[in-house]
């Protein structure tokens, strides 16, 4: 953490990566570190005091950068970049929350890669570090080793995937239940950047979104998405797109994809009846758990961190880590039994 410090960034990796009591196993061990041990100046009108210093990164699996609110042109300390350099040299997955891209931009972590934050600071991002191809428009970039999110509630987005990735779809979705939100969203943050005009919106995809997530065990075509909500599939087709930036089917898909994933892994129900909960023939279950959007990849490891431990099999499930690398812990962190 940085002074002055946001207070969502690091908000969403605590929630997410933090302890959910016994409603959720604890798989990660979390702890925050800054530059300077003491109180840490924050945004929100409070202090937060934070004794542990950088040399949490030299044990940190993932490190969480939680922002970055210096004014425009403000060098990144050469502590902080040095001390991240060498948590991603020895293999730590390092993660930029909101503005944090830039601590990583200064590391030289995003170079020749693709980068997100807040819409409202990419053309900064862009300009300040010409090497780095920062991306307006999405909620997140996972690249395995380095991963940045979007504006605020974007950084719930990405610990949720980090966690699916690193711990499976199955244990996300418990910690998402838990946030009251869902697992993952769809489309761009630019659709959040303005609002051309204001008054009520009446062409919200919402009760067809709810409406369809209590079918995903039936066939649904477009057609019928079309008359549910009393519009053309050309009209329904262009809301999509400029709401959630996918098409009616392949939204559908994704939905069926996660909830397959999650009865493989939570579940011993045969493929057939899983199958059947998911409106799909057998053959399509296992084309569509290694579709690229779902299939999960070896997590990278990461200024705040995470840090795993190892974790008791959950319903039958394998144990933590067996899909990924261990998270690990920095300015903020989040630690489970195989993450620092």
């Known amino acids: 953490m940085q002074p002055p410090q946001p207070a969502f960034p690091p908000a969403c990796a605590t929630e997410v990566f933090g302890d959910h009591g016994p409603a959720v196993p604890a798989r990660y061990a979390f702890e925050v570190c800054t530059e300077q041990p003491g109180p840490v100046r924050g945004q929100a009108g409070y202090d937060l005091l934070v004794t542990t210093v950088l040399d949490a990164l030299e044990r940190a699996d993932t490190v969480l950068v939680p922002g970055w609110q210096q004014p425009?042109?403000?060098?990144?300390?050469?502590?902080?970049?040095?001390?991240?350099?060498?948590?991603?040299?020895?293999?730590?997955?390092?993660?930029?929350?909101?503005?944090g891209a830039f601590v990583l931009a200064a590391a030289g972590v995003l170079d020749g890669?693709?980068?997100?934050?807040?819409?409202?600071?990419?053309?900064?991002?862009?300009?300040?570090?010409?090497?780095?191809?920062?991306?307006?428009a999405v909620l997140y970039v996972d690249h395995g080793d380095v991963a940045t999110s979007a504006g605020s509630a974007a950084g719930v987005d990405l610990c949720l995937h980090l966690v699916s990735a690193d711990q499976g779809a199955a244990y996300a979705m418990r910690i998402a239940r838990q946030l009251v939100m869902p697992p993952h969203r769809e489309g761009c943050q630019l659709q959040y950047a303005e609002l051309p005009t204001s008054g009520p919106v009446h062409d919200s995809l919402a009760p067809l979104l709810e409406w369809l997530s209590g079918r995903l065990d039936r066939p649904v075509s477009v057609a019928e998405m079309a008359v549910r909500s009393q519009v053309s599939a050309r009209t329904l087709n262009r809301r999509f797109s400029e709401q959630l930036g996918v098409s009616p089917g392949r939204w559908l898909l994704d939905r069926r994809i996660t909830a397959t994933r999650a009865l493989l892994e939570e579940t011993d129900l045969p493929v057939e009846t899983i199958a059947h909960r998911s409106a799909s023939p057998r053959p399509r279950i296992s084309a569509g758990a290694s579709t690229r959007p779902c299939a999960p990849r070896p997590p990278p490891t990461g200024v705040p961190?995470?840090?795993?431990?190892?974790?008791?099999?959950?319903?039958?499930?394998?144990?933590?880590?067996?899909?990924?690398?261990?998270?690990?812990?920095?300015?903020?962190?989040?630690?489970?039994?195989?993450t620092a």
């Open 305 to 338: 961190s995470a840090r795993r431990v190892p974790a008791p099999e959950l319903n039958g499930g394998p144990p933590a880590g067996s899909t990924g690398r261990r998270p690990g812990r920095g300015p903020v962190s989040a630690r489970s039994p195989r």
């Open 113 to 136: 890669r693709r980068a997100a934050t807040h819409w409202a600071r990419a053309a900064e991002l862009a300009a300040r570090f010409p090497r780095v191809r920062v991306d307006p």
């Open 72 to 99: 425009a042109g403000t060098e990144v300390p050469a502590a902080v970049v040095a001390a991240v350099r060498r948590a991603h040299g020895r293999g730590a997955r390092i993660v930029g929350i909101c503005s």
